[in-house]
């Protein structure tokens, strides 16, 4: 972002931002031909999975019956997700899904947490490829889970009959087949990028926005200034959104996979 406000400042980039601002050219220096996948965007994948994988070995290689400070972060995350959204979520079925869940909501907690780190300052999730993958998961999880667990056709019966009278089932069928294997992959995927794609547009307007008032006329230089901190104040915003939206993504694949193990429709 900051690298767009330098050229911007310099009278090279053109304000406002757009669309295609989320998508990134390719990085690798033997030559984009060779690899046009690797762009920031799988950088960033890359070093969330290793940062997390390195955290949770490092805080778990020794431990001890009196935790460490890192041992005593690393099991207060596995708590809260397991006793906060498992347990209460799926009930006491739930702890066989804690590491699961606590996987998914570090994996998008770290990536969001990208939209306001110097020099990535954009989400993977803010590319609807990311979101789309982390709902495909939870749906199959989700619908495999409940098929395991019901039987297949006792698992479809369920999610598609709901109790009422029969002359109503021709209308209720088709919505809860659409509701439950098209909007819930959907919703899910598409609630994550909504959120990290309007913070990070909001971000490039206000700080963008200040270098293209100071650009255009030395009057609006105060102005630019009040667009600066309104960028700071986005920022803090942005973090509680963050942290929010990793939250909300694993409670709602929580939820499916409670639905799946319901008895009950």
Known sequence: MFGQANVLAAGQAAFPPSVDDFYLPAIVPWGVENAPWFTKFTLMIWVAVGFLIIFFLATYRNPKLVPTKKQWFAESIYGFVRNNISVDMIGHQGVRFAPYFTTLFCFVLVTNAFAIIPLFQISPNSHIAFPAILAVISYVLFNYIGIRHHGFGKYFKHALIPPAPWYILPLLIPIEAFSTFI???????????????????????????????????????????????????????????????AYVFTVLSASYIQGALAEEH
Do not use: C, D, K, Y
């Open 183 to 245: 909007i819930r992959p959907f919703s899910l995927a598409v609630r994550l990028f909504a959120n990290m794609f309007a913070g990070h547009m909001l971000l490039l307007v206000f700080t963008l926005g200040g270098f293209a008032m100071l650009n255009a006329n030395a009057w609006l230089a105060p102005i630019s200034v009040v667009s600066w901190v309104m960028t700071v104040a986005l920022t803090l915003l942005e973090a509680l959104v963050i942290v929010l939206q």
